[in-house]
């Protein structure tokens, strides 16, 4: 089940096909939320309260001019690169710091993979299409044992099944966004909408489709029939100037009948 727990952070900050929206990201956010306080994001801490082993700490070191320039979690780093304009150029990368999917072990790789189907009032992902190889025949043969023939012990048999991720928003605004507008990326998402006619990286339009406008607190997982298979909840506490300061995350496989629970310190430059 702790696979489930390491979820929700960066598609509350970055995570599928061109968004034909008019307006740029930098837009919606400060239509949907106004004039929001600049808070740059200097830690966010998850702990798993199963194995003290699985905790992970991903750490924001910024420039003497604010601009952001690594995220690291102590072993793998991300670093931002600019021109001699102080413009985003690349982010080297040995690692995938930025990916929710790999901070909190989602059980399926949706935010990789999937479409977004449907947007929120707010322009917030709301549901997004994936596909998923679904075991139909003989799931228990993974392996042929010694000594027998392969063709007496068949492999399993997959079926490709349409997935879907369902989201849910806090009434609070993306608590990453000036984080990532002080490394550039803000920029980068807005110049799509400029260059729109030009050819993008499918990368980087990815990312802007999935881009929140608000703080995401609930995904839930369902199969093609629409049964819901997996739910994750984030319970977030909020300062003064609405952002974040810890959080609870509550996973429940409802297959298995298992839950598990994570908790998440975020701090932020003085």
């Known amino acids: 089940m702790k696979k489930h727990n390491k979820f929700f952070l960066i598609v509350s900050t970055i995570?599928?096909?061109?968004?034909?929206?008019?307006?740029?990201?930098?837009?919606?956010?400060?239509?949907?939320?106004g004039d929001v306080a600049v808070k740059l994001m200097e830690s966010i801490s998850?702990?798993?309260?199963?194995d003290s082993s699985d905790n992970t700490t991903v750490t924001m070191y910024y420039t003497n001019d604010g601009k952001l320039n690594t995220i690291s979690d102590g072993s793998e780093t991300n670093v931002f690169v600019y021109d001699n304009d102080n413009k985003l150029?690349?982010?080297?990368?040995?690692?995938?710091?930025?990916?929710?999917?790999?901070?909190?072990?989602?059980?399926?790789?949706?935010?990789?993979?999937?479409?977004?189907?449907?947007?929120?009032?707010?322009?917030?992902p709301k549901?997004?299409?994936?596909?998923?190889?679904?075991?139909?025949?003989?799931?228990?043969?993974?392996?042929?044992?010694v000594?027998?023939?392969?063709?007496?012990?068949?492999?399993?048999?997959?079926?490709?099944?349409?997935?879907?991720?369902?989201l849910s928003y806090d009434d609070a605004h993306n608590p990453f966004y000036h984080t990532f507008k002080a490394g550039g990326i803000?920029?980068?998402?807005?110049?799509?909408?400029?260059?729109?006619?030009?050819?993008?990286?499918?990368?980087?339009?990815?990312?802007k489709d999935l881009f929140p406008i608000?703080?995401?607190?609930?995904?839930?997982?369902?199969?093609?029939?629409?049964?819901p298979l997996v739910s994750l909840n984030v319970n977030f506490?909020?300062?003064?100037?609405?952002?974040?300061?810890s959080a609870t995350i509550t996973a429940v496989d409802i297959e298995e009948s298992e839950q598990s629970v994570s908790s998440v310190i975020f701090t932020y430059i003085d």
Request: charged share 30%; hydrophobic share 25%; with cysteine.
């Open 15 to 33: 995570s599928i096909l061109t968004s034909c929206n008019e307006e740029s990201v930098s837009d919606d956010f400060e239509e949907v939320n």
């Open 46 to 50: 998850v702990s798993d309260a199963e």
């Open 89 to 124: 150029t690349r982010i080297t990368s040995d690692g995938d710091n930025l990916n929710m999917e790999e901070l909190y072990e989602s059980p399926y790789d949706a935010f990789d993979t999937g479409e977004v189907v449907e947007y929120d009032d707010n322009n917030n």
């Open 127 to 145: 549901k997004i299409e994936f596909l998923v190889e679904e075991c139909i025949e003989y799931c228990d043969n993974d392996n042929t044992p």
């Open 147 to 166: 000594g027998v023939d392969p063709d007496e012990y068949p492999s399993p048999v997959y079926d490709i099944k349409i997935y879907t991720a369902e």
């Open 186 to 207: 803000i920029d980068v998402l807005d110049n799509i909408e400029l260059n729109f006619g030009s050819s993008q990286s499918p990368e980087i339009v990815k990312v």
């Open 214 to 227: 608000n703080n995401l607190s609930q995904i839930i997982y369902k199969n093609e029939e629409g049964e």
């Open 237 to 245: 506490s909020y300062d003064d100037e609405n952002y974040p300061t």
